[in-house]
């Protein structure tokens, strides 16, 4: 286990209220490390004054975890975070407060694990989807490539060193982390196109009063959306190094809280063997502990990894051993968005990985 | 069968965009009578003018039903509604708007079935929760006091008549068919109060956009409401003539679309076998083709009923023949709202109670 | 509507406990060219002696539709059948006993729809996947080459002529509905392979207790199975005439009752327009009253068709034409099963394809 | 925090494949006092030999927790049990394994948290339905004189001394924290009898195959059963001195996996205010550190309790202070079964009573 690194830090959470928010200061009240220092919990940023909310009332499956039930949700503000020497702000907060702050948060010294899609992508097209303004675009530019993106089984040797880290999309964690060490190594007919059939529970959706999170329509239902068109298809093309016309990303809505289950389909180069495939998952995942690589033909479920910080993996090959399924399991809330930020600032902060995320 | 009453009816819906305005919508387009005159469909009364919606595209499910797919809902508009002759006019419209609007419908002679809360309370008292406000209170008095509780069960001949029927509450509807049997027949101990414990599914809170509708709120949980208040128990105090110290009504949300269980405890003013019970409840429902009872110790449950025009009771006696469990079930939107609601206009028609509701 | 045709019908259903056997004799019971005839019902062939039980107390919800209350599902009797000249027999049996018992109901002049698999597939290799015995193995052989694959969509004019109708799987007709118009004109570039993406609810897996039906299982959860083996790709790839290379299809499991919903990727040969793709399968269905082609960009749901006799099918096409993500909606136990039954006898009985079905 | 008691345990769990066994597992695994002695697992006493099973292929949701990987389950094996010193012995078993082994766990020297209905009831006759046998049925009834009732909040220093501790049933914990404190301060009318109507999610049936257990039975229905005949009855009558007219319990099946909410009917002997029924609850629960006692007139919902070791209290008062709901909510998995078991060790202990709970 990891001894080196800080004593403790100092975080703050903006955007408290929300499902991954409540989840990252679930998460942060039990970090081992973090006993002493409770998270600073702040409201989201420029919102009007408001007296402090009691944590637990926001979030009342909270109450009696250490220090939960004193702590409020107090209004956003620059100069309590520099008074209280806040080391690392986690923002689960709408993109467009995001891009709007990390650059005030990084010049007082703050580290920042931006939980949203703001920093996520390099490429301007890619990006356009969000339509972002920045008041500064050079400043913005800067940090944009200064931005690591933090999957942390990809690149961890960043994130330890990164000012920001731009925690990945839900969907896309659960993809990248099937299709990287097959796509790294040149496995895959990348002509055929790969196809991402993804499936995620409502939770996914946010906590915001919207017709398709309503019981009525989620219920006893499911559906395909933004079929050629969801915003995470960038972080796709990005990390693979992909054109559009490489990879298909189809999310659907689940009828159930939480969870990603993504079916993969992938054409290889060459016949190949499942040991050899198998060997390939074990050997990328070897030093990542929050990866499970299960062996095939036993495949991934989504109640095997709700409630966990773990990303599950598994797979199966065609008889000809030319077209393989993945299939790639989190739970939206922990892997796809909160234990993955604190997983990044355990990186961050010189601690094991997945301390505090067991 | 009925053979006799009218040959057909000319009905309009206020209010089709609702669940139960949905139901109401097919269960219309499959009346055997009205085979040839379809409902006119028409929106919340004073809406702001839109132009006219595909039914379809507010119910994709009704695509394919005969008719569906050609029915617009329109503007409301009493002079198109006087033009088209329409006979019966169902208001699946919030109450105060039915407060509003009926007095105008009388008056052009259209018969009226109310599915809000807005004319089924006699006493002031009770009423008050509405909080409605009359523009002409000496003929809503009036209305109020011709207004026939729209229960076929315990009203068929009044209903038959009625110019205004008061579609009952779906939490109302399934503890009134379970309680007036016995209470009828004073077999109550009411000094110890009959308790009921209620619990519907979500389509019971409407479509709109509220945070305990929200599927993350309510799938996977179950949660006790408006204990000491819901606005229906003023149905029961006035259907039984009971006292608000005699019963006790509480209901739940269970994490389901549709449905309503009532579990029904009740103390006997002194012992009696189980099968004067079920003699009780089989001759009081003999001729009533919509209820089920079931045969004691069997008890009804939610997937039964779901999608039916039927109630089921059931019940089970205390071993020292003083204490009564009994259980009804409903589809809230159906037999609790506009399944009865076709339920009524069948006898206003003089058609067989269960016409077109198989 | 369809004036032609047989006046009645004398019907039996073997195996009416299960799921499908249930919804069969909804749709029989509320038949209008059955009111006088209701089907005779009788339990899996072979089964040991029970005495006769009460329809409603198998499937307490037909209660109360005409005919349930007074039916009773007897031993499966070859006699009896005869005795009461019945016209057609729908086997909702396993596929054992479904391929055991045809040969003797075909000799007894009584015309057969067959839920099973028994029937569906004319190779042997697809076959083995069954493990048939055939007792007759050359007249086995002999009518299965007569057997007439029922999907009414592609099959209509020999179904109507046709003494035994394989009633095609769930999956499959979900599948094959949203493929063949593709298929057959030659748009499919089938060198890279079309991927079904399926989806599926528990009623599926039928009514048996296995741990994957258990609650606990399958609630708040989503899992992929059979990935590389599904009994039914054996359909696909007879009707289609393509290679077992040529199509990937993976079911999963829905945390949902009823209901299928497949996500179908397809590489286009040449880059086409969304017009031609939405004229193709408009034309390909004008005459077809229970398959809904939704028009594109919008794609069908589960709560649309859950329920309902029809399909639904809806697609959209990516931006260089060349990418088509094809969604087809069902309900599993009716046009996957029960309703497909009724919807083949209306043809062999030459009534309209959906009388008795909306 | 508790720095008095044993430095740890050696544990052991008796029936790890079932719901409680695994989550036993789980806090076992994680608690802080056994990071060192992980806990011994085996199988259902008396099981026939078969080869030891890895833990995380009953329970592949484990895998990754510290010790999981490596763990085995094995047969069943006394010596092997005193071999390894085991101090704690929790049996997840059935009753009648229950019942037959603990005389021999407690010969052999190890305290004994039995999970199932074994030991609880003191009564013969409510023992009854457990239709229990002995070998030796006067050490059998020693044992029972013996035999603590689990239920920490009551019997905190009773078991902390016990060598055998009955954990109570899940139904009987959510009632007997609510009712306690009002019934042994005489506040309760028991003449017009307490109404328990309590409702829980499907786990509670444990994992073996039966019909109501089937997603199909239990998905989107709820239903009541054993209404005058549940099991756990005897608790209620046992713990509260009261007898059978005195308590209504009726449970009713949730379609969610897990979680209790009881709602309970009290009559009071006079007129009270709501702030002396809040601080009777408040003040007999001020030193247990596992019941949050909600502020009136907030009331616990499911939700907020699943995968939590609390049992939430909430209540309301009738206008005339003389009729009282009181809503009381666990996980039946964790308070009703395994984390109370782990509440019961830690005292055992000398630990602190929510140790590796939270």
Not at 129 to 148: F, G, S
């Amino acid at each position: 286990m990891a001894d080196a690194g800080l004593t403790s830090l100092r975080t703050a959470v903006a955007g408290v209220s929300g499902y991954a928010g409540g989840e990252l200061a679930r998460l942060l009240l039990r970090h081992p490390r973090l006993a002493d220092t409770p998270p600073i919990l702040v409201g989201r940023i420029g919102e009007s004054e408001t007296p402090p909310v009691p944590l637990t009332s926001l979030h009342p499956q909270l109450s009696g975890l250490p220090h939960a039930d004193e702590l409020n949700v107090a209004a956003f503000d620059w100069k309590q975070l520099q008074h209280k020497s806040v080391d690392v702000l986690f923002m689960a907060t709408p993109h467009e407060q995001s891009r709007a702050w990390v650059p005030e948060a990084l010049s007082h010294g703050i580290r920042v694990i931006d939980i949203s899609g703001a920093w996520r992508l390099h490429d301007d097209e890619n990006r356009k989807v969000y339509r972002l303004t920045d008041a500064d675009p050079l400043l913005a530019e800067k940090l944009q490539t200064e931005a690591v993106y933090g999957l942390p089984e990809l690149h961890g040797p960043a994130i330890a060193h990164a000012r920001l880290v731009a925690n990945p999309g839900c969907y896309a964690t659960s993809i990248l982390l099937a299709l990287a060490p097959l796509v790294r190594a040149n496995l895959v007919d990348l002509g055929c196109g790969i196809i991402c059939d993804a499936k995620s529970g409502v939770s996914g959706a946010g906590k915001s009063l919207i017709p398709t999170s309503h019981f009525m329509y989620a219920a006893d239902n499911f559906s395909a959306y933004a079929v050629f068109g969801h915003r995470q298809t960038g972080e796709l093309l990005e990390q693979l190094s992909l054109t559009s016309e490489q990879i298909q990303f189809t999310p659907h809505l689940l009828p159930i809280p939480r969870g990603i289950l993504s079916t993969i389909y992938v054409r290889l180069n060459k016949a190949i063997g499942a040991e050899d495939i198998q060997a390939r998952f074990d050997d990328f995942y070897a030093n990542a502990p929050l990866v499970r690589v299960r062996c095939s033909p036993q495949l991934p479920q989504i109640q095997h990894v709700v409630r966990t910080a773990f990303c599950d993996i598994g797979f199966q090959l065609s008889p000809d051993g030319r077209r393989l399924v993945v299939v790639s399991c989190i739970d939206n809330l922990l892997k796809g968005a909160a234990s993955q930020a604190v997983q990044n600032m355990n990186l961050m902060a010189g601690w094991h990985e997945r301390e505090g995320l067991l």
